[in-house]
C-alpha cells in the first residue's frame, strides 16, 4: 500500500493539471483557437529547448545500442501483435487503422516528460534521446504505412523519402541533433541566452498538460465501449505487462528499465486524433480512445510506479 500511495503522489499533480485544462476548457476559458497557438509554442519552441538543453549539457559515452533494440523491438511486438489480431475481429478498415494506430502509440512527449521529472531527479538524458530519436521516429513511420494502407485514396502510397524528411523536420528531433552537435564539439554558450531559454523551456510540462486537458472529450464515450477500452488497456496495461519483463530478459538496467515503463506506459498520443483525420481513418474513434486511455492511466501509473518501486526498478 506504502508503494501504491508512492505512485499516486508522483501521479496526482501531473493529472490535476491536465484536468484543470479540462475544466477551463469546459468553462469557456480555453478554446480551440488558444489549443493550436499555445501547441505551437510547446512544439516548435518548449519542447526542442528542452530537448536542445538537455543533449547539450548530458554525459553521453556511446549509443547504447542494445537499449535501441529494446524500444525498436517493443514498438514493433505491439504494433503487428495488436494490427494482426485486431484484423480478426474489426472489419471497418477506418475502424481497424484507428483502433491499431492508438493502441501501440503512447503520448510519451506530452505526458511522459512530467512523470520523468517526478520519478528522477535528472532524467536520464542519453536514454529519452534514443527513445524520441528512434522510438517517435519508428511511431511515426508505422503510423504513415498504416494509414496509408488502409487509405480510401486510390493514389495514396507509402513514400520512404516523405517519411523521412519529415522525421528530419520534426522540431524535436532537430533540437536533439543541435544539442548533440554543441555536446561534442564543447560549442559554448552565452549564459544569459541559455537562461532564456530555460525560461521557455519549463512551459513545457504545465502548458503541455493543459492542453491535453483541453483536449479531452468525456461526453463521446458512449458508442464503441468494446473497441474503446480494448485499445486503451492495450496502450496502458498490456504494452508495459509485456515489455517490462522483455526488457529485463534482455538484461536492461533500472535507469532503463524505469524510463522505458513510462514510454510503455503513457496514454493514447494525441497526434492519433490529427493522423486520423488528416488521413481518413476514423478520427472520432481515436478522440474516444484517447480520452479512455487518459482515464485508465490515472489507475495504471500509481499501480505501475508502485509495483516497480516495490520490486527495486525505481
Not at 528522477?120 to 496509408?148: D, K, Q, R
Not at 472529450?217 to 505487462?241: E, G, M, N
Not at 509485456?242 to 510503455?264: H, S, T
Request: charged share 15%; glycine share 6%; net charge positive.
Amino acid at each position: 500500500m506504502t508503494h501504491f500511495l508512492l505512485g499516486i503522489n508522483i501521479i496526482f499533480p501531473i493529472f490535476f493539471v491536465l484536468f484543470v485544462g479540462y475544466g477551463a476548457k469546459e468553462k469557456g476559458f480555453l478554446d480551440e483557437a488558444f489549443v493550436k497557438k499555445a501547441t505551437w509554442i510547446v512544439f516548435y519552441l518548449a519542447l526542442p529547448l528542452k530537448l536542445f538543453d538537455n543533449m547539450r549539457t548530458a554525459t553521453i559515452r556511446a549509443l547504447n545500442v542494445p537499449y535501441v533494440a529494446y524500444i525498436l523491438l517493443g514498438i514493433s511486438i505491439i504494433f503487428f501483435g495488436t494490427w494482426f489480431f485486431a484484423r480478426l475481429f474489426i472489419k471497418d478498415p477506418k475502424k481497424l487503422s484507428s483502433f491499431v494506430h492508438c493502441a501501440f502509440r503512447s503520448n510519451f512527449v506530452y505526458v511522459g516528460f512530467p512523470i520523468l521529472d517526478a520519478l528522477f531527479t535528472t532524467p536520464s538524458a542519453e536514454h529519452v534521446m534514443i527513445i524520441i530519436a528512434f522510438g517517435l521516429t519508428l511511431y511515426n513511420i508505422y503510423a504513415i504505412f498504416l494509414l496509408t494502407y488502409y487509405s480510401e485514396d486510390p493514389d495514396a502510397k507509402v513514400r520512404p523519402a516523405a517519411i523521412a524528411l519529415k522525421v528530419l523536420k520534426n522540431p524535436m528531433i532537430i533540437g536533439i541533433l543541435t544539442g548533440l552537435v554543441f555536446n561534442f564539439l564543447h560549442i559554448p554558450v552565452y549564459k544569459g541566452l541559455t537562461d532564456g531559454m530555460n525560461l521557455l523551456a519549463r512551459l513545457s510540462t504545465p502548458l503541455s498538460l493543459l492542453l491535453i486537458g483541453a483536449s479531452l472529450d468525456f461526453s463521446s464515450l458512449k458508442d464503441d465501449l468494446v473497441l474503446i477500452f480494448a485499445a486503451a488497456s492495450i496502450r496502458t496495461v498490456l504494452t508495459p505487462l509485456a515489455l517490462v519483463p522483455l526488457g529485463i530478459l534482455m538484461g536492461m538496467g533500472k535507469v532503463e528499465l524505469g524510463v522505458a515503463y513510462v514510454f510503455w506506459s503513457t496514454p493514447c498520443a494525441i497526434n492519433c486524433f490529427i493522423f486520423a483525420r488528416e488521413m481518413g481513418s476514423d478520427y472520432q474513434l481515436a478522440s474516444k480512445i484517447i480520452t479512455a486511455s487518459f482515464l485508465l492511466a490515472i489507475i495504471t501509473y500509481p499501480i505501475g510506479i508502485g509495483v516497480l518501486q516495490l520490486v527495486g526498478i525505481l
